[in-house]
């Protein structure tokens, strides 16, 4: 009369129905991907800057290679162009006007050259600059001489002897200038540590 235990068994599992499989962590499986989507952009932005910091780098540098690679050349043609200014200021208006026409031809002749090749070292960055009527400025003139003058702040260029050239943001060479003393005083000009920096360098 006892009922088959391995039957019983059957029976039991057949009213249980069908067993479910164990369900799958859904949502912690969400979340690790949007942690790794948003570390994998987290690293796609710091590569995007560093490429863009790299980029502006390599081409300041190629610009400083090329505009300042060019100093030591530029000294040497600035002593052309002072040859030339010394040759024009040795003749005087007097003398231009009582000389014959060649020699007047001559003279314009030397003024365009000069002219041509302060205009190409500016077209390649470097500048001249005359002080007269500044502020003396130690980082961008060399005092050569003072001139007692009390209607004249002291402290201010009164005189150049030779101008001043600029390349770039840097010193090519100061100007040679004469500064004035006895007037009022102004107030000095800064001392720039990275411009007399930069020009010891350049």
């Given at each position: 009369m006892g009922i088959d235990m391995t039957e019983q068994t059957a029976r039991a599992e057949d009213a249980a129905g069908p067993s479910e499989p164990a369900s799958s962590s859904g949502p912690p499986?969400?979340?690790?991907?949007?942690?790794?989507?948003?570390e994998l952009k987290d690293?796609?932005?710091?590569?995007?800057?560093e490429?863009?910091?790299?980029?502006k780098r390599t081409e300041r540098e190629v610009t400083d290679s090329r505009l300042y690679g060019i100093a030591a050349f530029a000294r040497d043609v600035l002593a052309v162009a002072d040859n030339m200014r010394r040759a024009l200021e040795a003749v005087s208006p007097e003398l231009r006007g009582s000389v014959e026409?060649?020699?007047?031809?001559?003279?314009?002749?030397?003024?365009?050259t000069e002219r041509e090749l302060l205009k190409a070292l500016e077209k390649n960055g470097v500048r001249?600059?005359?002080?007269?009527?500044?502020?003396?400025?130690?980082?961008?003139?060399?005092?050569?001489f003072e001139v007692p003058d009390p209607s004249v702040p002291a402290g201010s260029?009164?005189?150049?002897?030779?101008?001043?050239?600029?390349?770039?943001?840097?010193?090519?060479?100061?100007?040679?200038?004469?500064?004035?003393?006895g007037g009022a005083k102004t107030a000095p000009a800064p001392v720039n540590d990275n411009?007399?920096?930069r020009a010891r360098d350049s």
């Open positions: 499986a969400e979340a690790d991907a949007a942690v790794l989507a948003a690293k796609l932005l710091r590569t995007l800057a490429m863009e910091n790299l980029r026409a060649g020699v007047k031809a001559l003279v314009a002749g030397v003024e365009l001249q600059f005359t002080p007269r009527g500044e502020k003396f400025d130690p980082n961008l003139h060399q005092a050569m260029v009164v005189e150049v002897v030779q101008p001043g050239y600029m390349i770039g943001e840097r010193m090519l060479r100061p100007a040679l200038v004469g500064v004035s003393k411009a007399t920096a």
